[in-house]
């Protein structure tokens, strides 16, 4: 088959290792397109193998879909998207370091629960399941 015939879903999915079904996710959302044969199936560029293993790569450094669309918007609007690039990864990077700072100050008060609960257990009283869960101050 010569490299400009349009793929059917199925050698797309051969040639990625992205599941028939998430290529058709992927095309629901507009991240990849495809043409309606008389037959009915969808054909696709050549070009989208190249778009799913974007796809791929963007998802493993964290992108949504979402963000991987406004990507590969400004691309098909004939610009480099890597500005747009750059700022969402300092988005996820400013999340995570969010999430991790979250994480640490959770850790230290887990520490002081198990630290506590060791030396001065509270006290059971009727109704607890579990005194050392009872003695925890609910959160909203």
Not at 5 to 26: D, N, W
Request: proline content about 6%; hydrophobic content about 35%.
């Amino acid at each position: 088959m010569p490299p400009t015939a349009p793929l059917k879903i199925g050698e797309i999915s051969r040639q990625t290792g992205v599941a028939v079904g998430a290529l058709r996710y992927y095309e629901s959302l507009g991240l990849i397109t495809a043409q309606r044969g008389a037959n009915r199936y969808r054909y696709y560029a050549p070009t989208t193998v190249q778009q799913v293993e974007f796809i791929k790569k963007a998802q493993a450094l964290g992108f949504s879909l979402e963000d991987i669309k406004a990507v590969l918007t400004v691309h098909q609007q004939g610009h480099t998207p890597c500005a747009v690039v750059r700022s969402l990864l300092q988005q996820k990077i400013d999340h995570l370091a969010d999430q991790i700072q979250h994480m640490t100050t959770f850790k230290a008060e887990l520490e002081q629960y198990r630290d506590q609960w060791a030396t001065h257990p509270p006290p059971s009283t009727d109704g607890d399941i579990c005194p050392l869960i009872a003695s925890v101050e609910a959160r909203d």
